[in-house]
Nanobody, 128 residues
Framework: QVQLVESGGGLVQPGGSLRLSCAAS????????MGWYRQAPGKQRELVAA???????NYADSVKGRFTISRDNAKNTVYLQMNSLKPEDTAVYSC??????????????????????WGKGTLVTVSS
């Protein structure tokens, strides 16, 4: 099992910045992909940004040039740096881990878990 805990949300004025963090815990050897999704009131959840373990990234068009995703694979942690925030960025931001390799009793790569794991989310409010 994997637990994801997000932090860093809050209230920020338009044009401001926030940095979200998401730490994965469990007996993890590596995670294939980690990413951020968001859901605004009355809207469907959408991908914000995702990053593979090899460093490939994917961004929603609406955040390109403003948001940057990064990972610390040694800490199983993913970050989202959000700059030039707009009121339309207001949403609950949730962390996702897709494809987990667990650590075996020898500390090496063990079994694979193809499930999606989600954090509980952190609220980002952009308002003056």
């Amino acid at each position: 099992q994997v637990q994801l805990v997000e932090s860093g949300g809050g209230l920020v004025q338009p044009g401001g910045s926030l940095r979200l963090s998401c730490a994965a815990s469990g007996s993890i050897f590596s995670i294939n992909a980690m990413g951020w999704y968001r859901q605004a009131p009355g809207k469907q959840r959408e991908l914000v940004a995702a990053m593979s373990s090899g460093g490939s990234t994917n961004y929603a068009d609406s955040v390109k040039g403003r948001f940057t995703i990064s990972r610390d694979n040694a800490k199983n942690t993913v970050y989202l740096q959000m700059n030039s925030l707009k009121p339309e960025d207001t949403a609950v931001y949730s962390c996702n881990a897709d494809g987990v390799w667990y650590r075996n009793v020898y500390g090496n790569r063990g079994s694979y878990d193809g499930m999606d794991y989600w954090g509980k989310g952190t609220l980002v409010t952009v308002s003056s």
